[in-house]
């Protein structure tokens, strides 16, 4: 839970619950253990949220909370208790979509991007590449037919045997390896598809399965090769494909949101490439990476400030409607 003062961009306060370290021995998030361990978290953090930001109940005049895409069970949760909050205290109260949020979490940057720009979404269920020309507007330009990519930095990582979550550790391996030894497929970014700004991630996952496979018995020697030529590939396909986007659409800024806006490795990448051009690169505070309800406030803030208001009749939803 966060809580905003004035404008929507001082947050007063902002309290993460983490369940990684629950889930790290599953190899992945297990959605009845997630939505269990929503219930026990949220009357905890909520109080620890109002306490922090050193204000009462009574001064609370609205509410966001995400709606979805995402686990319908831990959806369910905090959506439940958002609409109780709000109908017992008599305020507004606003269901956000999660990719809006991931949007608006670079809005938040002490000098965020100008209108309009191209921000790239890319986190362990989504990786999609929008054009956003308003506070709420946001065209699609494309988006992954199969795999996101944060799911494949968790599938290789769990191939090489390093646990989850994958990006952190892929990141962390790939700094030891070279990233030119192992050349790993750039699905869509050839000249057929320079056009497309659809992503494919499974082909680049199978590559790297095969090659494991092929090389089975010099793995632990090569791990560290193959991360880095694995993630090097990735890199090489979000780089290519956000900033072609900020070319043709004639943008000035640039970004990159989701928990894989916290890879440094790609943020120096995106640098490097726009080195001689016009564009400019932005990525939110780390803390804003990853899901989180600062940015769900931000978005929600604009919805109430605008009317658009949630009724008791919502509900959540599991898939993407952005």
Not at 169 to 176: P, S, Y
């Amino acid at each position: 839970m966060f809580l905003y003062f004035k404008d929507g961009k001082e947050i007063l306060s902002s309290i993460v619950s983490s369940q990684e370290n629950i889930h790290h021995k599953y190899g992945g998030v297990v959605p009845e253990i997630a939505s269990r361990m929503h219930v026990k978290a949220i009357d905890v953090i909520v109080n620890k949220a109002i306490n922090k930001a050193k204000i009462t109940i009574e001064k609370i005049d609205g509410v966001a909370v995400t709606r979805g895409p995402g686990l319908i069970g831990s959806l369910l949760v905090g959506f439940s208790f958002a609409k109780a909050f709000a109908w017992a205290r008599k305020i507004p109260w606003v269901g956000v979509n999660h990719l809006e949020g991931h949007i608006y979490s670079v809005l938040l940057n002490n000098n965020p991007p100008k209108f309009p720009f191209i921000s790239l979404l890319a986190s362990g269920g989504h990786t999609n590449l929008y054009y956003v020309t308003s506070y709420n507007d946001f065209h699609i330009l494309g988006q992954t037919r199969d795999d996101a990519a944060g799911e494949s930095f968790d599938k290789v990582a769990k191939m090489l045997g390093m646990g989850y979550p994958g990006g952190a550790v892929i990141e962390k391996l790939a700094a030891k390896g070279d990233p030119c030894l192992i050349k790993f497929p750039r699905p869509l970014c050839n000249k057929n598809s320079k056009d497309s700004f659809d992503f494919s991630f499974s082909g680049l996952k199978s590559a790297v399965a095969r090659y494991i496979q092929k090389n089975k018995n010099f793995i632990n020697e090569q791990k560290a090769d193959i991360a880095a030529g694995f993630q090097e590939a990735v890199l090489d396909i979000l780089s290519l494909k956000l900033i072609n986007a900020g070319k043709l659409k004639n943008c000035i800024d640039i970004a990159v949101t989701g928990g894989v806006a916290i890879n440094s490795a790609l943020a120096e990448k995106i640098k490097k490439n726009i080195l001689n051009s016009k564009l400019k690169f932005h990525v939110p505070f780390k803390k804003l990476c990853g899901d989180n309800a600062a940015m769900i406030g931000a978005r929600g803030y604009k919805l109430l400030e605008k009317g658009k208001l949630s009724k008791l009749k919502h509900d959540v939803f599991s898939r993407n409607r952005l």
